[in-house]
């Protein structure tokens, strides 16, 4: 197995700088605004952006929330293993309001169309968007775009491509994997 | 963390500590979902289970039917009084019968001991113990343990009680099971003629003073004096039980610590606790009830889990 660093710190920083603008155009000062990290990766991109927002771009009292999808995928019973839940915190009401799903890579789109499910479960939003931190292209099982990306990678299945933070990996990278042949 | 070891809930005596946490774990997720304004996950749209009572239940039999809906199974439901058993067919007969129906999963509760697990050797159907007999009670154990880890914050070094018909509960034994493979100490406390001889074997201390037994425990989890199952008499009277074994204000009041009450209901009030206790801030009876809607959904979503397609 070798790990190459396709995205390094700098790159991976203009990358959450440029989503936080279009973020802004879109929502203005986020009153009628949710942002939801998907678990269990989508919440470290959320809370870089958030603090990101509020820091360099002085926007406050962003409300966030915590989404877990294990109990809508759609391939319970059908891969081998644990499916373990993790920790859901939606304390806002997302009724009539505008959810944007935060994740850090966008592979197939089966993540999203169960957060979609899952997200009714506590209203109707009046608008649902996807932001993405990767979009790995033409890998998608599903016809779920993101309405805003970082940065789009092209790989194949067998990779992987994994983002590492600071506060939790002690350095901010985009890896692709290559698995042993 | 991985899968559950066992295939089939039939007793507390079969899982590994790390089942237990799984369980427990696995319920606090579920517990969210039913905080949620639609409280209903698609997880087992493609299971069907039936929910087989061969003994008479209200709370166990609801509570089940209620995780099953909540998690989107198929329901069916059967109770011995309005079925064939009453013109003598055998269990295995009955439950094959309604395998035959692309069964999945069968709750069951049955008043002998070792009915579950007999039934998980005969039929291809994840099996589930809703109680058998005097013998355990599974899910009731994981509720009783999720409901004190909630208030306690962990159940390693929990000192609880339990109090009242030892010999006759199922409850009892499936508790002292469960919290001494997850590190409590155990008290078991009641008359000498409700208290099984072998219980000192199991590692749980013996009392027979409920006075000692509130003054040294966390948690006192009150049995319900089961008439139906005694034959002959075990005590003198309800009078005398209510004045040896009944919990009042007053014994609480005196402590110098607050302690938490369980009942796995339903209550004899006035008899093993009183109504001021029960409807005190000490009681946690209607969080478990809660609780144990969530414990269930896990056990079924762990075991569904296990049933993976092309095996099932």
């Known amino acids: 197995m070798s790990k190459r660093e396709i995205i390094d710190s700098r790159e991976l920083n203009i990358a959450l700088n440029r989503l936080c603008c279009k973020l802004i155009e879109n929502h203005g000062d986020f009153s009628n605004s949710i942002l939801i990290g998907l678990q269990p990766r989508g919440g ?6 958030v603090k990101l927002l509020e820091a360099e771009y002085g926007v406050g009292s962003i409300r966030t929330g915590l989404l877990d999808i294990t109990f809508y995928r759609d391939d319970f019973r059908r891969r081998p293993g644990h499916l373990q839940p993790n920790k859901t915190k939606i304390e806002h ?33 009046s608008k649902m968007e996807l932001l993405t931190l990767i979009d790995r292209r033409f890998s998608r099982d599903l016809p779920i775009q993101p309405d805003y990306k970082g940065r789009q990678v092209d790989s ?9 933070w600071e506060e939790v990996d002690g350095r901010d990278a985009v890896l692709l994997t290559e698995p042993a042949s | 963390m991985s899968e559950l070891s066992v295939n089939h809930l039939l007793g507390i ?14 319920a606090k997720e579920f517990k969210e979902v039913l905080n949620r304004p639609i409280k209903k996950v698609p997880t087992l749209r493609d299971i069907t289970i039936a929910n087989l009572f061969f003994e008479n239940s209200t709370r166990t039999r609801l509570s089940f039917e209620l995780a099953e809906k909540r998690l989107s199974a198929d329901v069916v439901n059967f109770s011995a009084a309005s079925s064939s058993v009453k013109k003598g067919e055998t269990l295995v007969d009955t439950v094959n019968n309604i395998l035959s129906m692309k069964v999945d999963m069968v709750v069951m509760r049955h008043p002998n001991p070792g009915a579950g697990e007999f039934l998980s050797q005969h039929v291809d159907a994840s099996i589930v113990n809703a109680g058998d007999g005097a013998h355990e009670h599974p899910t009731q154990a994981l509720l009783d343990a999720f409901s004190i880890r909630e208030r306690l914050g962990s159940l390693e070094g929990a000192k609880v009680a339990i109090v009242g018909d030892i010999v006759h509960s199922r409850v ?32 749980v201390r013996v009392e027979h003073n409920l006075q000692t037994a509130i003054e040294w425990c966390d948690v006192a989890n009150m049995l319900r004096v089961q008439h139906e199952r005694q034959d002959i008499k075990y005590f003198p009277s309800i009078a005398e039980y209510r004045a040896q074994y009944g919990l009042t204000m007053e014994h609480l009041d005196a402590l110098e610590k607050p302690i ?26 209607l969080d478990q009830v809660e609780n144990g809607v969530a414990v269930r959904m896990a056990v079924l979503y762990l075991l569904a889990e296990k049933r993976k397609l092309g095996n099932s």
């Open chain 2, 172 to 203: 009892a034994l499936s508790n002292v099971l469960l919290l001494k493979k997850m590190g409590a100490e155990v008290m078991v406390c009641g008359p000498t003629t409700l208290v099984p001889k072998y219980m000192h074997t199991l590692g």
């Open chain 2, 260 to 285: 938490v009450v369980m009942h796995p209901g339903p209550i004899n009030r006035g008899v093993e606790i009183t109504s001021e206790v029960a409807d005190s801030e000490h009681a946690i009876i």
């Open chain 1, 93 to 125: 009401l997302v009724e009539d309001q505008k959810v944007v799903f935060i994740d850090d890579v966008l592979y197939t789109g089966r993540s999203v169309r169960a957060a979609m499910d899952a997200i009714l479960s506590y209203g109707r939003p």
């Open chain 1, 156 to 164: 194949i299945a067998s990779q992987r491509v994994e983002v590492l």
């Open chain 1, 44 to 49: 470290q991109v959320l809370s870089r952006l």
């Open chain 2, 13 to 26: 005596k079969h899982l590994t500590a790390e089942d237990i946490q799984l369980i427990l774990d696995t």
